[in-house]
């Protein structure tokens, strides 16, 4: 017969086992205490070291008793039944789980082992697993804290294995994802989990491109990059936040910032809308126009309507503000009735707006459009029992494809010439023509001058002195902006503003300034000169910034100077153009804070005296128009006269512009305004050059101690020269 190789290899295996001895020491020295008994009678046949050790007693002991007496801390008689029972199953092995002693107990594993009949053997084999049993306790409470703190997270949280697979998250984690919730199951791969909630619909920016989506998201997933944030189709946005582990894992927050999105949207529209009419205002205009202009085909053209309102002043002037702003709204809502979207409607001024159109490129139709603007403005409008009558004018650019109009602001700047064109006839729409291309051409190089100029540091900052002319001494500066062009020399910022607003410039050059007057500062103090101030002109784009507070404490932090030094100058025009609570909030921040607010040409707008309360203004700066020749026109003196006696009466600063005469000193002086600049001091410098200033005028001019200033409040001026 032939003998099966394998079982010759068992046996002479085994042969070799008991041929070196290797049995007994293996017994001996077994890591888990083992004793051998007899089935008959239970008594013990054998145990080795580490069971002699447990059960305290030796070898020749524990031959001498059964498995029950050698246990004395379990009862004998329930040993006895556990061993009997085990023998009668006619089962080959049976573990059980001991805990002996009761103050300090110990907890062992017992495997029942049943040798063949014909050896009579139970072999009983105990492991103390006290120490396991307690290590497995303590990690499982750790697991239930960290599980109660995971589950106590306001963010969502997620951790996933080396093999992408969810180890836990917390409930705001699947709240967060409703509809991938059920597959957020342990042992779920992340990508299962995004294809689950894809087919559900559950991310906005992944409807209709679903693939690329998932490619995306899945290589963001296995990058390092920064935050993701992510719409949810429920309105929800989130910030991701994800990071690996030691392991090869990943874990990943998932922070609410909807909140956050609502508010920054919020000030995105307040930032880009008219607050009085409810319309945009002039910001991203040009943005606009590009986006509409996008995919024009031939024959159609995106127009600029830019519109004026006649005789608004006059409207102010007699029924006043409110009702000025009535006529506001009333207008806008015209053309918000006139447009729909994509198309756009915005105020752009105190009685200007621009609606921007795609259209049909036929100026029939175009004109038509205005003329019947222009008639709806016509229409009575009513107010507080009474009507009132304005009008419109218009001027029209279209943005064709191929026009040459492309560059960025030039139809905006088309439309605004054509509008001045159409002002002088009035009540009319013009369209821009290629009479006036000249003018836009020279403004469009003009604009690409100014974008070189920002890029090669051409600007900076020039500084006229602010005199206190009865103490003969320089109180401090205003900052004013001159470009040093390469041909046209120096360069003062009414050439080119315009230009630069409509380019959308203005922000840089805003910047740059406000960085000038805080450097100007510096210098001042460094060279002894502490307690003189510099003003800034602040325009309406700036006062609308809801960052402006922000920017302003940053310049004054960078140069380290005081800010009651750092003094605002916004335009009268200013206060009327922009009265909204928006606006008045901005400029109540800035007093707040420790700015010093003035008011600069008063005269030249309509400002009513609340203004100034509103407004907190601490000094208003009179126009050079009120000034100049002030010592031979009487209407001019009792005019002038009349503006500083209400300034002082409201315990109002009052400075006076363009002094240039001595005569109009010696008026202004008389009148109780002590403060001035202009030609007759100086002309703005640059900063290098102010030092040498401040120290020629104070060795050239001396204190008027013998003059007396008179308050002319009330008082009429004769036509005689000043007395000295």
Request: hydrophobic share 45%; net charge negative.
């Amino acid at each position: 017969m032939q003998v099966d190789p394998f079982q010759n290899a068992e046996l002479t295996a085994v042969q070799q086992v008991i041929g070196r001895n290797i049995l007994l020491p293996l017994f001996e020295n077994a890591a888990q205490a083992t004793v051998m008994l007899e089935t008959v009678d239970l008594h013990v046949i054998s145990a080795n070291k580490k069971a002699c050790a447990a059960l305290g007693r030796t070898m020749r002991d524990l031959q001498r008793m059964t498995m029950a007496d050698a246990i004395p801390d379990l009862p004998a008689h329930r040993v006895t039944r556990i061993l009997r029972r085990f023998l009668a199953l006619r089962r080959p092995s049976l573990r059980l789980r001991v805990t002996v002693g009761t103050t300090q107990p110990t907890v062992y594993d017992i495997d029942l082992l049943r040798m063949p009949d014909e050896t009579g053997t139970l072999v009983v084999q105990a492991q103390d697993v006290t120490q396991t049993l307690a290590a497995l306790r303590l990690a499982d409470e750790a697991e239930a804290r960290l599980i109660t703190a995971i589950n106590a997270l306001s963010d969502g949280f997620a951790l996933y294995d080396a093999d992408d697979r969810l180890v836990i998250c917390n409930d705001t984690y699947r709240m967060f994802y409703p509809e991938s919730a059920p597959a957020m199951q342990p042992g779920a791969k992340f990508r299962d989990i995004l294809l689950y909630g894809l087919a559900r619909g559950q991310y906005s920016d992944a409807i209709g491109r679903e693939d690329a989506w998932l490619r995306e998201r899945m290589d963001r997933h296995r990058s390092t990059p920064g935050p993701i944030e992510q719409k949810l189709a429920n309105g929800r946005w989130l910030r991701i936040v994800e990071r690996p582990t030691q392991d090869g894992g990943r874990v990943g927050l998932r922070v609410d910032v909807t909140t956050l999105k609502e508010q920054q949207q919020a000030l995105r529209r307040q930032a880009s809308t008219d607050e009085l009419t409810g319309l945009r205002n002039r910001r991203n205009l040009l943005e606009d126009i590009g986006q509409m202009a996008d995919g024009l085909t031939a024959g159609q053209a995106v127009v600029v309507f830019h519109i004026d309102l006649d005789r608004f002043k006059a409207v102010n002037d007699v029924y006043g503000h409110e009702a000025g702003d009535h006529v506001l709204k009333h207008c806008a809502a015209i053309l918000e009735g006139a447009v729909t979207a994509p198309d756009v409607a915005a105020r752009v001024g105190g009685d200007e707006f621009i609606v921007i159109r795609r259209m049909s490129d036929d100026r029939m139709q175009i004109h038509a459009f205005a003329d019947q603007i222009i008639r709806r403005m016509m229409e009575p409008i009513g107010y507080a029992g009474q009507y009132m009558h304005i009008g419109a004018s218009i001027g029209m650019a279209p943005f064709e494809q191929n026009s040459g109009m492309g560059v960025r602001g030039t139809v905006l700047t088309a439309a605004d010439l054509a509008l001045y064109e159409a002002k002088k006839l009035g009540g009319t729409a013009l369209f821009f023509e290629a009479q006036m291309r000249d003018q836009v051409l020279s403004a469009n190089a003009l604009a690409r001058e100014l974008q070189i100029g920002l890029e090669r540091n051409a600007f900076e900052a020039y500084f006229q002195p602010q005199i206190d002319v009865r103490q003969a001494r320089c109180i401090g500066f205003e900052a004013l902006l001159r470009w040093n062009h390469p041909r046209r020399g120096t360069l003062a910022a009414g050439q080119f503003l315009d230009v630069a607003q409509r380019a959308g410039l203005t922000d840089a050059l805003d910047t740059l300034m406000m960085d000038a007057a805080c450097h100007a500062l510096r210098w001042l103090a460094d060279l002894g000169h502490d307690n003189l101030s510099v003003s800034i002109n602040m325009s309406t784009a700036q006062l609308s910034d809801p960052h402006l507070l922000g920017r302003l404490e940053c310049a004054l932090r960078k140069y380290d100077v005081p800010r009651h030094l750092l003094r605002i100058e916004l335009l009268e025009s200013t206060l009327l153009d922009e009265r909204t609570s928006h606006f008045l909030t901005n400029v109540q921040t800035m007093v707040a804070a420790g700015f010093v607010v003035e008011l600069d040409d008063f005269g030249t707008g309509h400002a009513a005296i609340a203004a100034l309360r509103k407004f907190q203004v601490a000094q208003i700066k009179i126009d050079r128009s009120f000034v100049r020749h002030i010592d031979s026109d009487d209407d001019l003196k009792k005019l002038t006269g009349a503006i500083i006696g209400l300034a002082h009466s409201l315990d109002i600063g009052v400075l006076a512009e363009g002094v240039e005469t001595q005569a109009e000193q010696d008026w202004l002086l008389q009148m109780g305004c002590d403060l001035a600049q202009g030609w007759l001091y100086g002309k703005a410098i640059p900063l290098r050059d102010i030092d040498s200033f401040i120290a020629t005028f104070a060795a050239t001019h001396q204190p008027l101690i013998s003059v007396s200033p008179r308050s002319i409040r009330g008082v009429s001026c004769t036509r005689s020269s000043p007395g000295s």
